[in-house]
């Protein structure tokens, strides 16, 4: 009798268990529906309010502010953007606003902001030409050295030209510039200030020679202005003391160059020129 009880309780176990087993996933079912149903909610009222948000005038775009511009006009910058009068500000993705400006070859940095609930703020500052790099292809490079854009017709033709240099020169990410492009930079650098005895303005051509260093074409009346590498502050001083000199001696009016190269032996070779008898003179 004892053997057979036991055998009930052990039925009666199992079915408990196998009873308890489908409740369990019944209730979890039920869970997950809920959970899912509550997502599908949750996911109907976020699409159903963006599209309202989207749609609805309030958020109308009525005021865009551009500002940094300088070469670039407002109406290129908001083509850019792809952003234009009218459009819902909700609906203007800022993420991908900014990357379109920034794939403009003359803008650098970007911003994008709403000014809820009607307005749309775009900063730009773009890119400030330097020098044209003669390459073989002419590129314009910006004040830190880098390449922004290969020059075309409607760029600006009034920049120093830097011949004699090699792609491998050009600073990257990978590694910095080399000696003579950085020595062109020194001599640009040293051309934005006020005093300066060779103002960029003025500077229509650098020449680079990787030995003998920097050759620079810049007055009427003078060739060339071979200024080497190094210590051009020094050497900038001692030009403007010889031009002073000359100025006040017609006669050396105009001169096939001035070496700098060796500021304890400073060469200057006045121009040759062909006499009316066909002879020649030094001037």
Excluded at 18 to 34: D, E, W
Excluded at 106 to 115: G, K, N, P, Q
Excluded at 158 to 170: A, H, K, R, V
């Amino acid at each position: 009798m004892g053997r057979k009880h036991t055998r009930s309780n052990y039925y009666k176990n199992s079915t408990a268990k196998k009873r308890n087993r489908i409740i369990k996933r019944l209730v979890f079912s039920i869970k997950t529906a809920g959970v899912v149903a509550a997502l599908l909610l949750v996911s109907f009222v976020f699409i159903f309010s963006y599209d309202f948000l989207t749609q609805c005038d309030y958020f109308k775009a009525e005021k865009l502010v551009v500002t940094g511009t300088s070469r670039l006009s407002e109406k290129q910058v908001l083509e850019q953007a792809q952003i234009k009068k009218g459009i819902n500000i909700i609906s203007v993705n800022l993420s991908m606003a900014r990357k379109r400006l920034l794939a403009h070859s003359w803008i650098t940095e970007a911003e994008v902001s709403r000014d809820l609930p009607s307005g749309i703020n775009i900063g730009i500052k773009e890119h400030k030409p330097f020098a044209v790099l003669d390459l073989g292809r002419k590129f314009l490079i910006n004040t830190s050295g880098e390449i922004f854009k290969e020059m075309a017709v409607s760029d600006p033709d009034q920049l120093p030209i830097i011949s004699g240099l090699e792609f491998s020169d050009i600073n990257t990410r990978d590694k910095p510039r080399s000696m003579p492009f950085n020595a062109v930079m020194n001599v640009l650098e040293l051309g934005q200030k006020s005093n300066s005895v060779l103002p960029c303005k003025l500077i229509k051509k650098i020449q680079v020679d990787r030995e003998m260093g920097l050759t620079i074409y810049a007055f009427d009346r003078i060739k060339a202005i071979k200024i080497g590498y190094n210590d051009y502050p020094n050497k900038y001083d001692r030009l403007k003391n010889i031009l002073v000199h000359l100025k006040k001696r017609r006669g050396f009016s105009h001169l096939e160059s001035i070496d700098l190269n060796n500021l304890n032996r400073i060469v200057v070779h006045p121009t040759i020129m062909k006499s009316p008898a066909g002879g020649h003179k030094e001037v």
